[in-house]
């Protein structure tokens, strides 16, 4: 019995739908990261891009537990000297809120070159409207 390894030509991918109104941002971002890698399937091959792409709606309804809303900053730099800056969650959810599940699940993907063109096959919508509805996405619970 010889080990299956999946090949990149062989790789067919499917597109999944993701409600996250009310949904807790970690185990939402879990979710999408075992999609994204495909550790969902059975010819998940670490060293291969196997996974699916992911369209997640409504994020700035994502739930937080806790006080995450209030005391959770987030880090940026301009890359001069003194140019670092912090913004909390809330007020990156007024701004940006496609910016908190990017960034969460950024985070459990693989830290390497894979990781980089996993994270293209990530869509995040603030709003319940998306733009891939022809790709006919499968609606997934978490």
Avoid: C
Avoid at 49 to 76: C, H, P, Q, R, S
């Amino acid at each position: 019995m010889k080990t299956f390894l999946a090949k990149k030509e062989t790789v067919q991918p499917k597109w999944h739908l993701i409600d996250a109104e009310g949904q807790v941002l970690g185990r939402l971002a879990v979710k999408a990261a075992n999609l994204i890698r495909g550790r969902n399937k059975a010819t998940y091959t670490p060293h291969v891009d196997t996974g699916d792409f992911v369209v997640i709606i409504n994020a700035e309804k994502v739930a937080l537990t806790g006080k995450k809303d209030t005391t959770k900053k987030y880090m940026f730099f301009s890359g001069f000297v003194g140019g670092e800056s912090y913004r909390k969650l809330s007020e990156q959810r007024e701004r940006h809120p496609e910016f908190i599940i990017e960034h969460a699940v950024k985070g459990m993907l693989p830290k390497n070159r894979i990781a980089a063109k996993m994270l293209t096959k990530l869509r995040v919508f603030a709003g319940p409207k998306h733009s891939h509805e022809a790709q006919n996405p499968v609606k997934v619970t978490v």
